[in-house]
C-alpha cells in the first residue's frame, strides 16, 4: 500500500479563493480536493495519507520559511512518494510544487513528481531536477494529468527506468542520457542524410547550443600607463599542482607568480593540459606565456608594469558554466586591482 | 577498383606448440610471435595475453585495437607501413574476423583506455565480443614516447599479419567482392559522398594514410576500397582515448562500409574525400574550401556525411567543412559526440557552430559516468593514465576512460536521448 502526501493551494485545498492566498502551512490527516481523484485511481494500491497545504501568496512571500515548514510536516511522517498539484497554468501555484518537489526530492530523498501547463513559469524555474507532467492550462485537464503523474510516480517508487519525455508525459528535463539505438551512428546517418535529401522531415539528434560570441574589448587607451596581465588557458602550474587544476574539463583556476615563474621556468613550472602536446612549453614555459618578452617591453617603457600574478586555468573541453564563472572571477581579480589590460595566451 | 575480403570466423582461441588456423580455432605459438615481434629495440614486448568474448576480465592500458590480416600474393598488408608499394583495395585480402590485437603499453605521456569484456562496460564496446590477442609492451631503454609508439604500431600490425598468415591454404567462411566504379553512374539514385575528418595535431596524436602523417595531406580522394583495405591506421597514442578511431574501426569504416551496402538501391556512392585537421583558421579554411570543390565538382555529389576525429578543436573544422558544402549546395549531416557533463544536463561547450548544421547524429554523451563491476582478471596493468588504480575492483569513471564505447565514425549504437 503505496502512502502519499499531497501538496496543494489553497484554492484545491478547499480553505478557499485568493482572499485565503494567505494562509500559512498546515497539514491535513488524507485526501483533499484532487486527493480523492488520487485515491480512486489508486484504489487499494495505495492512498493518500496526508495533505499538506499553503496558500499561494504566503508560499510566494515566505518561500524559505513556508517550504521549510511544509518539509517538516512531510519528513515527520512516513511517505512513500510525494505529488504536487497539478498547478496547470497557475504561475505561484506552479512555482510552490516545483520549490517542493525538489526539496522533497533532494532534502528527504522521496520520488516526487508534479504536473505544469508548459507556459507556468515554474516549469522553466524547476524542469531541470524534477519531474514535471505536462498537463492542460485549466483544471478540466487534472482527469487526463493526474492517472499520468501517479504512473510515473509509483515507477519512480519502484525504481524503474523511465524512458524519454514523449514516452512518459513529461516536460523535459534538459537532461540527455547516454541510451544504446537499434542501428548503429553511421547508419543512422545515412538514413538522416537521405531524409534530409528527400526533403521529408527529419530530426537533428544534436540541437546546438548558441554561440556567445565575444566582441573584442578597445585596444587600451594609454599604454605607457598601463598595467597588464598574464593569463592563461594552458594549465601552467608550479610542478606539484597545488591547487590541482585539473588536466581537463577544468573547474578551478589559480594564480601564481610571475617573478618564480621567471625565475624558475621549467624547473618549477609544467604544463599538466591535456589538449596538446606539452613537450615544448615543458622545455621552456615563456612558449606558452611570454614573461620573458613582457618583461623586456616593461624595461622599454612600451607599458607601465606587469601584474605580478599570472592566472591560470586549463581550457579543455570547460563545461559552459565553469568556463563563464572562471572568466568573470578572473575578471573580478584585475579588475579590482585596476589592471589595464590582459595578455590571454591560448592553446 | 575491385578486391575480395575473404573471412575466417574465428571462434577460439588458444596458445599451442604451432601457429594454425582450422575449423574456427585459431592456435598460436606464443615464442614464435614474441620473437617475431622482438628485433625492434624500441620496444620490447613483454609477453602476450589471450583474451575471450565475454569473460570476466579487464583489459588496461589498450592504445590500438587490430583486426588480423593479409593481402593475397604479397602476404603482407598495411601499405605504407609494413610494406612498399601499396596500393591497398584491389586483389584477394584474408581477413581473421572475430579475432584482434589489441595493442598494449603504459608510460607517462601515453594515453591509455579500458575495455570491459563483461559487466555493464561490455555492450558499450564490439571488443566484449571478440577474441583479443593482447600484446603487453614496454618502451625500450632510451626510446622517446614518438618511437615507442611508432615501434608499437609496427609490433601491432605485424602481430596482425603474422595471425592472419595461418589461414593460408584454408577454406573461408565467407568472401565478398568490393567492386565500385566511381566514374559516371547513370542513375536516378541520390548521390552521397562521405568527407572524413583525420585528425592532425602532430606527432602520436594522428593516424597514418599510407604510412605518413595525416598531416601531411592536403584533401584527397580516397577509393573506398583503400579505406575498407588498410590505407589508413590509427596512429594515436597521446590523444585520449575516446575521440580517436582504431585501427579495426577504420578497416571495418562503418561510414565506408554502410554507403557500400546501399549503393545501388538506395543510394549512389560517390565516393570519399579525406582531409586533414589543421591547427590554424587559415588552414582549416582553405581544406575545407578545397574538399567542398572535390565533392561537388569533381565527385559531383548532392550529399555528404561528414565525421571528426578529435577533441573541440575539431569542431571548427566539422562546421568549416559542412558551411563549405552547404554553400556549394551539397546536404550535409555531421557525426560528432557530446560533452554535457556527468549528469548529461551540462551546456555543449561548442568552439563553433552553423546554422547549416541542422542535421546531427550523436554517439553519446562523452563524460556520462558508468559504474563498472569488479574483474577476475586484469590485463595490463592495474593503473592506467589518470587512474592510479587498483583497476580490478568496481569502478566508476567517465565515459571518456573506455576505448572503443565512443565512436566518432559511427561504429557503436550509443546514442543520447532527451530526459
Same mark, same amino acid.
Given at each position: 500500500m503505496l502512502r502519499i502526501i499531497h501538496y496543494v493551494n489553497q484554492f484545491f485545498g478547499q480553505i478557499g479563493g485568493e482572499d485565503k492566498a494567505g494562509v500559512p502551512p498546515m497539514v491535513i490527516d488524507g485526501p483533499v480536493g484532487p486527493g480523492l481523484l488520487i485515491d480512486r485511481i489508486l484504489k487499494d494500491r495505495g492512498r493518500v495519507v496526508a495533505t499538506v497545504l499553503c496558500g499561494d501568496n504566503y508560499f510566494s512571500e515566505e518561500m524559505e520559511a513556508a517550504s521549510q515548514a511544509l518539509l517538516d510536516m512531510i519528513g515527520a511522517r512516513p511517505c512513500d512518494l510525494f505529488i504536487a498539484g497539478p498547478a496547470f497554468n497557475a504561475g505561484r501555484y506552479g512555482i510552490a510544487c516545483g520549490e517542493m518537489t525538489r526539496r522533497v526530492q533532494d532534502e528527504l530523498g522521496l520520488p516526487a513528481v508534479t504536473g505544469m501547463f508548459p507556459e507556468n513559469p515554474g516549469v522553466d524555474l524547476y524542469r531541470k531536477g524534477i519531474y514535471i507532467i505536462e498537463t492542460g492550462n485549466t483544471a478540466v485537464g487534472m482527469p487526463k494529468a493526474m492517472p499520468k503523474m501517479i504512473d510515473l510516480g509509483i515507477r519512480l517508487f519502484g525504481r524503474e527506468p523511465i524512458g524519454g519525455p514523449e514516452a512518459e508525459?513529461?516536460?523535459?528535463?534538459?537532461i540527455k542520457q547516454n541510451v544504446l539505438a537499434s542501428k548503429s551512428a553511421a547508419e543512422r546517418a545515412v538514413d538522416l542524410l537521405l531524409k534530409k535529401m528527400k526533403g521529408v522531415p527529419f530530426r537533428t539528434e544534436i540541437l546546438l547550443p548558441d554561440l556567445d560570441v565575444v566582441s573584442p574589448a578597445p585596444a587600451v587607451a594609454d599604454l605607457k600607463g598601463a598595467t597588464i596581465a598574464l593569463v592563461t588557458e594552458g594549465g601552467l602550474v608550479p610542478r606539484e599542482n597545488p591547487d590541482n587544476?585539473?588536466?581537463?574539463?577544468?573547474s578551478r583556476w589559480a594564480k601564481y607568480r610571475v617573478a618564480d615563474l621567471a625565475a624558475h621556468g621549467a624547473e618549477e613550472f609544467q604544463s599538466v593540459h591535456r589538449g596538446f602536446d606539452t613537450v615544448f612549453v615543458n622545455e621552456d614555459p615563456n612558449r606558452l606565456l611570454p614573461v620573458d618578452v613582457m618583461e623586456d617591453l616593461e624595461r622599454e617603457g612600451v607599458f607601465k608594469s606587469l601584474f605580478p600574478d599570472f592566472l591560470v586555468t586549463t581550457g579543455v573541453a570547460t563545461t559552459m558554466d565553469n568556463a563563464r564563472r572562471i572568466g568573470r572571477e578572473m575578471a573580478r581579480e584585475l579588475a579590482l586591482a585596476n589592471v589595464s589590460g590582459v595578455l590571454l595566451t591560448s592553446t | 577498383m575491385k578486391f575480395e575480403m575473404e573471412y575466417f570466423d574465428v571462434r577460439e582461441i588458444r596458445f599451442s606448440e604451432k601457429t594454425r588456423f582450422s575449423d574456427g580455432l585459431l592456435s598460436i605459438d606464443k615464442n614464435e610471435l614474441i620473437r617475431q615481434l622482438s628485433? !625492434? !629495440?624500441? #620496444?620490447? %614486448? #613483454?609477453d602476450i595475453e589471450l583474451v575471450r568474448p565475454g569473460e570476466n576480465a579487464r583489459i588496461t592500458n589498450v592504445l590500438d585495437i587490430i583486426e588480423p590480416r593479409i593481402k593475397t600474393g604479397v602476404e603482407s598488408y598495411f601499405p605504407g607501413m609494413l610494406r612498399w608499394p601499396g596500393p591497398s583495395g584491389e586483389g584477394v585480402t584474408r581477413v581473421l574476423r572475430g579475432a584482434t590485437v589489441f595493442e598494449i603499453g603504459a608510460a607517462q605521456g601515453f594515453i591509455g583506455g579500458l575495455v570491459d569484456m563483461d559487466g555493464n562496460g561490455a555492450p558499450l564496446t564490439p571488443y566484449s565480443k571478440t577474441h583479443n590477442v593482447c600484446l603487453l609492451t614496454a618502451p625500450g631503454a632510451g626510446t622517446s614516447l614518438v618511437e615507442y609508439g611508432l615501434a608499437l604500431k609496427q609490433a601491432g600490425c605485424k602481430a596482425s599479419v603474422y595471425l592472419a598468415a595461418a589461414t593460408k591454404g584454408v577454406t573461408p567462411d565467407e568472401a565478398q567482392i568490393f567492386d565500385l566504379d566511381l566514374g559516371k553512374q547513370e542513375t536516378s539514385l541520390p548521390r552521397v559522398g562521405y568527407l572524413f575528418q583525420l585528425h592532425s595535431h602532430g606527432d602520436s596524436r594522428e593516424p597514418f594514410v599510407y604510412g605518413d602523417n595525416s598531416r601531411h595531406y592536403y584533401p584527397t580522394i580516397l577509393h573506398p576500397n583503400e579505406i575498407l583495405d588498410g590505407a589508413i591506421v590509427c596512429g594515436h597514442y597521446n590523444l585520449s582515448v575516446a575521440i580517436k578511431n582504431y585501427t579495426y574501426s577504420l578497416l571495418n569504416h562503418p561510414v565506408v562500409a554502410g554507403l557500400y551496402k546501399r549503393h545501388g538501391k538506395e543510394l549512389c556512392f560517390g565516393g570519399v574525400v579525406i582531409t586533414p585537421e589543421p591547427t590554424s583558421m587559415t588552414d582549416i579554411k582553405r581544406t575545407s574550401m578545397m574538399a567542398a570543390n572535390l565533392l561537388k565538382n %569533381?565527385?559531383? %555529389?548532392d550529399g555528404v556525411i561528414l565525421t571528426k576525429e578529435g577533441g573541440g578543436h575539431t569542431d571548427v573544422d566539422l562546421m568549416q567543412n559542412c558551411d563549405e558544402c552547404e554553400k556549394l549546395g551539397i546536404r550535409t549531416v555531421l557525426v560528432d559526440n557530446e560533452w554535457l557533463g556527468p549528469d548529461g544536463a551540462g551546456e555543449m561547450p561548442l568552439l563553433a557552430g552553423s546554422d547549416n548544421a541542422d542535421a546531427m547524429v550523436s554517439v553519446g554523451n562523452i563524460d556520462a559516468v558508468v559504474d563498472l563491476l569488479p574483474m577476475g582478471r586484469i590485463v595490463g596493468g592495474r593503473a592506467m593514465h589518470d587512474f592510479p588504480g587498483p583497476l580490478d575492483g568496481q569502478l566508476r569513471m567517465p565515459l571518456r576512460f573506455l576505448a572503443t564505447a565512443i565512436s566518432q565514425i559511427g561504429s557503436n549504437h550509443l546514442t543520447t536521448e532527451g530526459r
Open positions: 508525459g513529461y516536460l523535459p528535463r534538459g587544476i585539473e588536466s581537463a574539463r577544468a | 628485433s !625492434d !629495440d624500441r #620496444i620490447a %614486448v #613483454i %569533381v565527385l559531383h %555529389v
